[in-house]
């Protein structure tokens, strides 16, 4: 399933974070529309979370019950159940309990970051973790916010996220997938000129600076996640291009990594590091800037767009 959170009215953000008063529903994308899988449930005498971290935290049975909705001719006539695609505002499809994010897990990236952001040189013998707030998170089409009183250098990294299905601690690389519930896009947003003593919390961590969706995927429409395109482009320009075979430590590894001392829970989510192009590496540097237009791409997932504002 492809499912998302979605609105039925195009509403402008109130706030930094893009949250609006319009209602979120819980949906699934499928052939260009969306079915409002709450709509659906409610016909049917289902009882089914009406939000898409409570389906996560819900487990295989709300999975399944929503799969027999959908298998139930939901394009039929019922009011209010469908919708086009182009006719609903997508919004994050969750907030996170927490974001674990995954610094130098592409070999390219290792020696771009070693010579433009003072990284090491040498390969790292365990995955490089740091964490991004909830309140990072923004949905498609929301903007990213850029405040030159805070940063000259706004960089962009696409990522593939793994979204936690259930709770994980101390499991071992051949159980880690057991615990996946499926796959999004996170775009890993930096003020380059905000890591402050090494550290990048606040770098990486502003409000804004983890766009997320546009859909999360279920783990079993994915056959193979370490073999997926994923790329970036701003303003129509390819800036990064790569797969995710190329990842240092694949998926398996991070999961029971990050579970040896921090229990994941469903509705984390881990985003699985850049490839190589980020905008600190290019021959000059190449940072955001009002008005530009950011576009992550990944294979099977699909393209999560945001606009670049001015926030000052």
Request: proline content about 8%; overall charge negative.
């Amino acid at each position: 399933m492809r499912l998302l959170t979605f609105t039925t009215a195009p509403t402008a953000p109130t706030g930094a974070t893009g949250t609006t008063g319009a209602t979120e529903r819980l949906g699934v994308e499928a052939d260009g529309l969306v079915l409002d899988l709450a709509v659906l449930a409610d016909h049917a005498g289902v009882s089914l979370p009406h939000d898409l971290l409570s389906f996560v935290q819900a487990g295989p049975a709300a999975e399944e019950a929503a799969r027999q909705l959908l298998a139930a001719d939901p394009a039929g006539p019922l009011a209010g159940a469908v919708h086009r695609l182009e006719d609903v505002t997508l919004r994050a499809p969750l907030r996170p309990g927490k974001i674990i994010g995954v610094g130098l897990n592409y070999i390219e990236h290792v020696e771009e970051s070693s010579r433009s952001l003072d990284t090491d040189k040498d390969l790292p013998p365990r995955p490089v973790l740091f964490g991004k707030p909830a309140t990072a998170v923004t949905g498609p089409g929301q903007p990213i916010l850029h405040n030159a009183d805070l940063t000259t250098q706004l960089d962009w990294e696409c990522e593939l996220a793994v979204v936690i299905g259930r709770t994980a601690h101390r499991v071992s690389e051949e159980e880690a997938y057991d615990h996946i519930f499926g796959f999004s896009i996170i775009n890993d947003i930096s003020a380059r000129d905000q890591r402050r003593s090494g550290q990048w919390f606040f770098s990486k961590g502003q409000d804004s600076y983890a766009p997320f969706g546009p859909v999360i995927v279920t783990r079993d429409e994915i056959r193979d996640p370490m073999s997926l395109d994923l790329s970036l482009r701003v303003n129509g320009v390819t800036k990064q291009k790569s797969n995710t075979r190329h990842m240092l430590f694949p998926i398996a590894r991070l999961i029971a990594d990050i579970s040896s001392g921090m229990t994941l829970e469903p509705g984390d989510v881990i985003a699985t590091g850049s490839p190589s192009g980020v905008g600190a590496g290019m021959v000059p540097p190449e940072f955001l800037t009002p008005g530009d237009t950011v576009e992550a791409t990944v294979e099977l997932i699909g393209t999560l767009t945001n606009p670049v504002v001015d926030a000052r």
